[in-house]
């Protein structure tokens, strides 16, 4: 018997056939905006503590960089940031740390084409439109946003300026994402139409700040907030798989979140049961699950969980019409191929293996590990932290479309309060606005070849 | 003769004796002081094949019920049986086992006990009016790992429970369009869009997060795919032009269901029997000291696990927590004379329930048991069908979830 047949074009094909692209032949695909190519990109930076450090150092290996200025109120971080810039042989930069709102000055300056920022989440926004509005392009840390209007704030100044505003989600250039982008796009998995992620992480350390770089000001979201509040990390890679803002959209999604338990007994733990921690009332359910829907009928499950003891995970599954890839399990299974195709009418059980992705991982390796992996190799999160800056300076400084842009930074981060008002609305649907006002329907799919 | 309770045979009536009844069939015939006395099904080569069986164990021939598809009506008005196992089609289980009980027979049913809330609460009122048991024959609940992770549940190890999630993900697709197997599943699929098929991960999952003893499901959301593995399938095995190619399905490849209880706790369920998928366990047990993971058969405690934040096998902790029944389980006894397969949970449940049932004892699976781990299935057609809007669960116990102790195996 034939093998199940291969469609190495399915999202274009079959997407045309479903009719969100009725009538729109591929050639009137549409790119995303592209602005004037950089010779060199001259960066402010703004949060150069725990996180802002580590990119600022990726930054500095990178050819055509420039850090131009700095901007901390902790003026410790500052001077260490400073240094850096300095050790890396570039002129020491000023550095901005009067008030909470000092990034308004760096910003200001006349010299810089891009402000990255590595804030605490509320000031993400308002330093992405501040940048924009002074004729930077902006790139910020995960989430941009907090609110709805913040997400329409990004994409209507950056439709306006002219100037882009990128997500640095470097989730999506872990190696197996990459590896699941091509094997998407050459169909072996089929269409893909279900996925299941998360922020499994446990950072109470963090929250309490028991540990070196704690981030405190993220026990005080615990305190006063229920949703997901982190769901970028898992969404970015998702959202390249499905073609979200590009053949496909976020429709609307239900949430749901547990009782939270796990930070008050953490705290009575570490430091006594008659601490204000113990007995404060945290709002942030332990586990939050999110169920969410695509305009094409995919859906994805997307949990939340950075309260309990546990191991980390990102990455459940993505199943596809033709076969399935399990990341917890590192195992794959591919319809008539894992299993013989004339054994598919034999036994229900019997014909069903999983396969080892070895032998797959060889043939779908992305080529920007294959090229960049030595340069990846020392940066932070097994090496996505240099990718994911690599490739944003080398399309601005070719002019061209970013791999995640604003319209993806606001759909992926509008998630944080639309989970909130089905938490609070004890898990009714909420709908997902549409960023692109419809033009999902007609821009291109990611192309994987296209990011090296 | 003496009926079960007071020390005779217990004398059973079968009600489909195809491919999942003719199991129990198997090994009921294997099991001492059961006596098969009534056999019912509207296949003959089926109810011929289940009679030859029984009179080759040595006993006497039983009667035969193939009149019409509710045959099955005479079978229960018999007055020398004990109970009525129900192995049909799913649409024939709860109307069989309230023949039954309304008849003064018990009842078991293959999973689901029902399709319909309405099902649902005549199978309580009935069983309650009569006295008589519905049990439902949901073996997932005695698999190894589902109660070593419930010995453990139950002795805190996992702390305050917080989320459980599990999924029937099985690939089906042959199933369906086997004639030979079951084609009646095809049917659902082309008319029902929800989790068709929920008891096998919520019998588990309700075991552990005690629900109607100690907590209680509150509302659900469901969400479905589009439909599309189905006409993939036929299309490829019988040509583009085959009507199942094309013809519209309305079950969603994969459904995803989140439940609340009263007590905090959250619950993710899948369904997916469409798509080319290994069958896999995919359940998870979670709380405020650790977590389990069945798909990988590990977990994680804290300040237990030797390394922090790495999972560790559950083969680790089997020894000291292997669940007593499985200690005192001897396999060997349970082994069915005709070579079907499917391990030895369901012969443990067959042992629980003739045990129950002999002592004059409620089954592990009650009623309200029965027809919480069923009523997932019309609910969340009813979400899906309104976009994933929340549907309160009915309180099958009438409050007597809150006073029901945790359930014991001693």
């Known amino acids: 018997m034939e093998r199940f047949p291969r469609d190495n074009a399915y999202n274009r094909r079959e997407v045309l056939k479903g009719g969100a692209l009725a009538g729109v032949g591929a050639a009137a695909l549409s790119a995303g905006f592209a602005a004037e190519p950089l010779k060199s990109v001259r960066v402010g930076f703004v949060g150069t503590g725990g996180r802002g450090t580590e990119l600022l150092r990726n930054l500095l290996r990178l050819e055509g960089v420039r850090i131009v200025a700095l901007c901390d109120i902790n003026e410790a971080n500052l001077a260490r940031a400073q240094d850096l810039v300095q050790k890396a042989g570039q002129p020491r930069p000023p550095g901005y740390s009067k008030s909470d709102t000092d990034w308004q000055r760096l910003c200001d300056r006349d010299d810089l084409d891009l402000v990255v920022n590595a804030t605490p989440w509320q000031w993400h926004a308002p330093i992405s439109v501040a940048a924009m509005k002074a004729g ?58 279900y996925a299941e992620a998360g922020y499994m992480h446990d950072i109470r350390a963090v929250k309490f700040n028991t540990v070196p770089n704690g981030e405190p000001w993220r026990l005080e979201h615990a305190v006063s907030r229920n949703g997901n509040l982190y769901p970028t990390h898992p969404l970015g890679p998702l959202s390249w798989w499905f073609g979200i803002n590009r053949g496909d959209s976020f429709s609307y999604l239900v949430s749901m979140s547990s009782k939270a338990r796990s930070l008050q007994e953490f705290a009575a733990k570490t430091f006594g049961p008659e601490d204000r921690r113990s007995k404060t009332q945290y709002k942030l359910g332990d586990v939050n699950v999110t169920l969410i829907h695509t305009e094409q009928g995919r859906t994805v499950t997307l949990y939340h969980d950075t309260n309990t003891p546990r191991p980390k995970e990102h990455l459940v599954r993505i199943q596809g019409s033709k076969g399935v890839y399990n990341s917890m399990m ?68 070719e002019g061209k479309p970013l791999d995640i842009d604003v319209y993806d930074a606001a759909a992926w981060s509008v998630i944080v309060p639309l989970t909130e008002s089905s938490v609070a609305g004890r898990s009714k649907p909420v709908d997902i606005p549409d960023f692109t006002r419809g033009k999902w329907k007609t821009r291109a799919p990611i192309d994987p070849d296209a990011i090296g | 003769m003496a009926n079960a309770a007071e020390g005779g045979p217990l004398r059973v009536g079968m009600v489909g004796v195809g491919e999942r009844g003719s199991y129990h069939l198997d090994l009921l015939l294997g099991m001492d002081s059961v006596e098969i006395k009534a056999l019912c099904d509207i296949d003959d080569g089926f109810l011929y094949r289940a009679k030859k069986w029984v009179q080759d164990t040595g006993k006497p021939a039983p009667a035969l019920y193939s009149r019409s598809k509710t045959d099955y009506l005479r079978l229960c008005d018999r007055d020398d049986l004990d109970l009525v196992v129900t192995a049909t089609p799913w649409q024939y289980h709860a109307p069989v086992c309230i023949a039954a009980m309304q008849a003064g027979k018990h009842a078991a049913t293959e999973v689901p006990a029902a399709l319909t809330v309405d099902e649902c609460w005549e199978l309580v009122e009935t069983s309650e009016k009569t006295g008589k048991h519905c049990t439902m024959l949901e073996q997932a609940n005695y698999s190894p790992d589902v109660m070593t992770v419930l010995n453990m549940s139950q002795q805190g190890i996992f702390g305050d429970l917080l989320h459980a999630s599990g999924g029937y993900v099985h690939d089906l697709r042959l199933v369906k369009f086997d004639p030979e197997r079951e084609p009646w599943r095809l049917q659902h699929s082309i008319d029902r869009n929800g989790n068709n098929y929920p008891t096998h991960p919520m ?98 405690l804290e300040g237990r696990s030797p390394t922090a934040h790495e999972w560790q096998p559950l083969a680790e902790y089997e020894k000291e927590y292997q669940h007593p029944l499985w200690k005192r389980f001897d396999e060997e006894k349970f082994r069915t004379s005709r070579g079907h397969g499917g391990g ?45 809007r929340p549907v309160d669960f009915p309180d099958f116990t009438r409050g007597k979830w809150k006073s029901t102790p945790p359930i014991s195996f001693a």
């Open chain 1, 136 to 193: 930077k392009h902006a790139a910020t840390e995960v989430p941009a946003a907090q609110t709805v209007e913040q997400c329409w704030e990004l994409v209507e100044t950056s439709e306006k300026t002219g100037r882009h505003c990128a997500l640095l989600e470097n989730d999506c250039y872990y190696r197996e994402v990459l590896m699941i982008l091509n094997m998407l796009r050459d169909g072996l998995l089929g269409e893909p139409l």
């Open chain 1, 330 to 397: 590192e195992r794959i299974f591919v319809d008539g191929r894992s299993s013989a195709a004339s054994k598919l009418r034999e036994g229900w059980r019997a014909t069903h293996e999983w396969e080892d992705p070895a032998e797959y991982r060889k043939q779908y390796d992305h080529k920007l590990w294959r090229e960049q992996e030595a340069n990846a190799r020392n940066a932070g999160h097994g090496g996505v932290d240099y990718l994911e800056l690599y490739r944003l300076i080398k399309n601005l400084r």
């Open chain 2, 203 to 300: 019998g588990p999952i309700a075991w552990w997060l005690g629900i109607n003893r100690g907590d209680q499901f509150e509302y659900l959301v469901s969400m479905s795919t589009k439909a599309r593995c189905l006409n993939d399938y036929a299309a490829h095995f019988f040509g583009d032009r085959h009507p199942y190619a094309s013809m519209r399905m309305a079950c969603g490849d994969v459904n995803t269901t989140l439940l609340r209880t009263a007590g905090g706790r959250t619950v993710t369920l899948h369904h997916d029997t469409n798509t080319p998928h290994p069958q896999t366990a995919e359940m998870r047990l979670q709380g405020t000291r650790g977590l389990y993971a069945g798909n990988i058969r590990k977990l994680y």
């Open chain 2, 344 to 388: 030895a949970t369901t012969p443990l449940l067959w042992r629980r329930l003739l045990e129950a049932l002999r002592a004059g004892r409620a089954p592990d699976q009650n009623v309200y048991d029965a027809v919480t781990w069923s009523v997932i299935s019309p609910l969340t057609e009813k979400s899906v069908a309104a976009k994933s």
